[in-house]
């Protein structure tokens, strides 16, 4: 046996938006090579389908890990499993490695000489993108908009905004999410706040009329878009969603959102 | 039946980057609702596994089409299936929607009234971020370097590039794909590109000693990291491969890749 085989191994696995977006090496890791599951569900939430569904088909027990497991106490419990010769497997919805706190994880874990192997999932980004037509050449830099904290908004997502519009490039915001706390920010909430935070510098970049999209990715798809002001009624209800502000839109761009019908204050249902 | 139970649909179905990388969603998909399901491999590949080995897996005939059929001829095929109320399929390795022929053949369909149905898949782009650890948060504009056509090298990747540098963003290219015409581009290929834009505009972007990052994204991951001049030795040769230009490296990203190593001309394999 080479010393690769013997490699004691941690997966950091995604198992995309929902769980019928699972990849079949996902769950061929999971059922043949995971000895011990631990599933953090704090970064994001799946639109349909558990970890208690995911238990029943892999038949396994999974376990639960928080906030605090992996960033206060620097994922020690899954270190823990791999010193004692465990390959074990940090599960996450949508796709892991996005987050500072796996990709911290993972480097602790080959420092110790342990093997790595990340599994993608399905990315709400990318998908965001694939759902509304908007060609990823043309995508800026992305940003979170979260709600203010000690009663500080903050400024950053306006400054993206600004830096992409110069380059004609749409702006996509992923938004507040804290599933221990029950936070979830909708694009209505995102509207307001990029509306504050135009009143705050006036660049006029964005304003009640400027075109935005709204999404929730599941199994059935929720797209709405029109104008701003169209957002902050709240037409779409399910979390967690993502917000596209999209610069100049480009022909094929354009002839898509309006085939859908998503230009003038409509929302869509694709399933 | 409502009208929307009876609306023909057309799927556009990503399968991901080899054939375990496909979701149970897309499986159940061409296994239950797709009558004729057509594959589109000449915009990408699958790193392993294929469209007989598919056929297998779901127990249909998949029919091939070419850059003709869908691009000169306007996915006409497809449409000719809807319109004899066939749900249709059109399936690619990784993930659709990113190739403005599948956009425009979405838009094709919905304006004769058909439903549609994008279905995600593992992209490139995504993944090759997570293998190496950069932050999503951190990516510039995408872009894709050609190789010259009629003794004309495109200047475009190299605009990119400044633009990404001058605000901190990493630049991630797709190299030149055709798959009809046995047009693989390799990282090898692609650093030679950039040192030639380089010596052509003389702004010291890019040198030989620059840092960049090559990947070959498979059941077993090949990541090269180092110095231009390593990735002109051609140290990875499986294809597909994506090249990364990194800005300046955020704390978490240069532990990460010092922790595999592949900060100084070395390949690595994660299986």
């Known amino acids: 046996m080479s010393s690769k085989d013997r490699c004691v191994k941690l997966y950091i696995i995604g198992l995309g938006l929902y769980l019928k977006q699972i990849t079949l090496e996902a769950l061929e890791i999971l059922r043949d090579r995971c000895e011990k599951i631990f599933a953090e569900e704090y970064t994001s939430i799946s639109s349909r389908g558990g970890i208690e569904d995911l238990e029943k088909i892999i038949g396994k027990k999974i376990i639960r890990v928080s906030r605090k497991d992996l960033e206060d106490l620097n994922g020690e419990i899954l270190l823990k499993n791999l010193r004692e010769n465990v390959n074990t497997c940090l599960i996450t919805w949508g796709d892991p490695m996005t987050a500072t706190t796996h990709v911290s994880i993972a480097k602790r874990a080959v420092e110790e000489g342990f093997c790595i192997r990340y599994v993608p999932g399905i990315s709400s980004i990318h998908a965001a993108l694939g759902f509304t037509g908007l060609m990823i050449y043309r995508l800026g830099k992305i940003s979170t908009i979260t ?20 380059r004609g490039l749409h702006t996509l915001y992923l938004l507040d999410i804290d599933v221990e706390k029950n936070i979830f920010m909708r694009t209505s909430d995102a509207v307001r706040i990029l509306l504050e935070l135009e009143e705050r510098f006036r660049e006029n970049l964005f304003n009640e009329k400027s075109f935005v999209l709204g999404i929730h990715i599941d199994e059935d798809t929720i797209i709405c878009g029109g104008e701003a002001k169209f957002m902050l009624k709240d037409p779409l209800k399910e979390v967690p969603q993502i917000l596209i502000v999209p610069s100049k839109l480009f022909v094929t761009e354009d002839e898509y959102i309006r085939s859908l019908g998503l230009k003038y204050d409509r929302c869509i249902t694709i399933s």
């Open 147 to 166: 709600f203010p904290k000690d009663n500080i908004l903050s400024e950053y997502p306006y400054h993206v905004l600004r830096e992409n519009m110069i």
